[in-house]
């Protein structure tokens, strides 16, 4: 394409002295295998229509050989066919271990925060998606040339911590924490915040005074708040580590509330000190970011002293700052936090970082109801828990592969390759419809689905020797594989340009599309095929089985041996 679009130029240039960005895509192919409408784009700065000028440019391209055909459609569409031979070759040209990436990122660093759970519950669905969304963000990032540092922004301190040792006091025990874990840690949780809920409508603060009490011991260091809290948080971190490995994602740094909190409270008090924080009457302290359109102030600290996640959030930017100096950072929550995160980098533009801030934000996941209607996945409905849903994913993967074949840990790969295709079935900011079904299905746009694809590739080069020498062969049959295979590397330019990981999930989708009509019209190495034919389309499946390696790999998702 960028050959096409280099000639294009040229031709544009020599006819008109004009330099213009050429554009070029994919049309029907009924119509070519690329058209541009540059034509129309020049009609003023050359003064002819765009049909006068589509015509110039098309003499200029029929003095090629690269082109079997060019024609105009409309008021100046140019649509070119090329040959599969010069596809071919091109494709040749360009192939190499690490077909795909690119290093527009010129080396720059890139923090990406991701899973960030609040370690008080269990890990549930409502961090799948930062998770997933957060891993192709960072393998994305490694791409396309950043340095990529990544952390796991643990919720572990505040107001969670002082409802865990309130409602464990309250309404648990020693037996139930040692046979239960991390479940009767979340019971507790639940539990107490219902309490807190009801006395507060019953006018009480009894349950609160004492959640607050246990808070500002921890702030203060005494030894029995810290207990609870290395104890507890123990607990919860080895449940975290365990999710995390289930679903293969994993951070450099796991750098907590906690861990700032301290460092929050002195960057408060220099806001302060420096009449950029306001201290109200209550002894809350406020920043105005009127300056940036907000009529409400960022609160950076409670009326008693306690830290918010403003007041974390702020040193972790000075701390990332001062020791990573990132080039970017892309937090990776959800859409109900847009507010808070527009407000938080307004904040930081007025305490000069111009580390470009970014929030990575989607939408939620959705499940169906019995009378077919939508709503957000919650534990009313069924699974919620991180690895109930895995182990009814793995259920399901045994029952569509149904062959005693399969090893185990193929069945892992098959459920955890449902669950994350099904994130990126569109733009991250849409919800999604979580059904077991559709997700699991062996026909249609999901991971099995994409997996099956590259698993029979697999298995066609296993069976068959193959010659690495040179053939002299046209490549027609194969032509519409080539072209998807050239488009792979923009595609994957612009899911890390756009943060957008569902753009390459889409593109391996159509290339098993085209890969199966492909294997439907043409015998790969069986009946009338000779011997340079056969080694000409083994060598073409051996770059479609990397390119769909490399691409379900930016997803997190791996390719099983057999299914």
């Avoid at 049309?27 to 589509?54: C, H, Y």
């Avoid at 008080?120 to 490694?142: C, D, F, I, T």
């Avoid at 930017?317 to 080039?327: A, G, M, Q, V």
């Avoid at 996941?365 to 009313?380: A, P």
Wanted: proline share 3%; net charge negative.
């Amino acid at each position: 394409m960028n050959e096409i679009t280099c000639t294009i130029k040229d031709i544009i240039k020599q006819l008109f002295n004009v330099d213009i960005d050429v554009k070029i895509n994919r049309p029907d192919t009924r119509f070519g295998d690329f058209a541009t409408n540059v034509a129309m784009q020049l009609t003023k700065e050359v003064g002819k229509s765009s049909r006068e000028i589509a015509e110039k440019i098309i003499e200029g391209l029929q003095v090629s050989n690269d082109f079997e055909e060019v024609s105009i459609a409309g008021p100046g569409f140019i649509n070119l066919r090329v040959s599969a031979k010069l596809l071919a070759n091109s494709l040749d040209n360009t192939w190499n271990s690490t077909y795909g990436e690119n290093s527009d990122g010129n080396n720059k660093t890139v923090v990406v925060e991701y899973p960030s759970p609040n370690m008080a519950k269990p890990y549930s669905v409502g961090h799948l998606r930062p998770g997933n969304q957060g891993w192709a963000v960072k393998r994305l990032m490694e791409a396309t040339g950043w340095k990529v540092i990544t952390d796991n922004h643990l919720g572990d301190y505040g107001a969670p911590f002082g409802i865990w040792v309130t409602g464990f006091l309250k309404f648990s025990s020693e037996e139930a924490l040692a046979r239960d874990g991390v479940y009767e840690l979340g019971k507790v949780y639940i539990k107490t915040k219902k309490a807190l809920k009801e006395e507060k409508e019953n006018g009480g603060s009894e349950l609160a005074n004492e959640v607050q009490d246990w808070l500002i011991k921890l702030e203060k260091g005494d030894a029995i708040a810290k207990s609870y809290s290395q104890r507890f948080n123990k607990i919860s971190l080895e449940h975290i580590h365990n999710v995390m490995n289930r679903l293969k994602i994993s951070t450099d740094h796991e750098l907590g509330e906690a861990f700032f909190a301290p460092k929050g409270k002195e960057v408060v008090d220099k806001l302060l000190n420096s009449n950029v924080a306001t201290q109200n009457d209550d002894g809350s302290i406020i920043v105005s970011l009127d300056e940036y359109g907000f009529d409400v102030p960022l609160l950076v600290q409670k009326s008693n002293g306690a830290a918010l996640y403003a007041t974390t959030d702020l040193a972790t930017l000075l701390y990332r700052e001062e020791n990573w100096h990132p080039d970017k950072v892309i937090y990776c929550v959800g859409s109900e936090q847009q507010f808070y995160f527009s407000q938080l980098f307004a904040m930081a533009k007025k305490l000069g970082i111009r580390t470009e801030l970014y929030h990575l934000w989607f939408g939620f996941i959705d499940q169906l109801n019995d009378d077919g209607t939508r709503e957000k996945m919650s534990s009313r409905k069924g699974v919620v828990l991180m690895e109930e849903l895995l182990d009814k994913a793995e259920a399901k993967a045994r029952e569509v592969v149904k062959s005693d074949n399969v090893s185990e840990d193929d069945i892992k790969k098959i459920a955890l390759g449902a669950i994350k295709f099904s994130d990126f079935a569109a733009d991250r900011r849409t919800n999604i419809l979580f059904d077991w079904n559709s997700i699991f299905a062996l026909t249609g746009f999901s991971g099995p689905y994409v997996q099956y694809a590259a698993v029979r590739v697999n298995k066609i080069l296993r069976d068959n020797e193959i010659s690495l020498n040179e053939f002299d062969y046209d490549y027609k049959p194969e032509k519409n594989v080539i072209l998807k295979l050239l488009e792979y590397p923009e595609v994957v330019r612009l899911a890390a340009n756009d943060l957008e990981p569902h753009k390459i999930a889409t593109f391996l989708y159509e290339l098993a599309k085209d890969l199966n009509r492909y294997y439907e019209a043409t015998p790969i190495v069986v009946g009338d095929v000779s011997c340079m034919e056969k080694q000409a389309r083994l060598n073409l499946l051996q770059k479609v089985s990397q390119v769909f390696s490399h691409g379900l790999s930016l997803l997190g998702i791996e390719v099983p041996c057999s299914m």
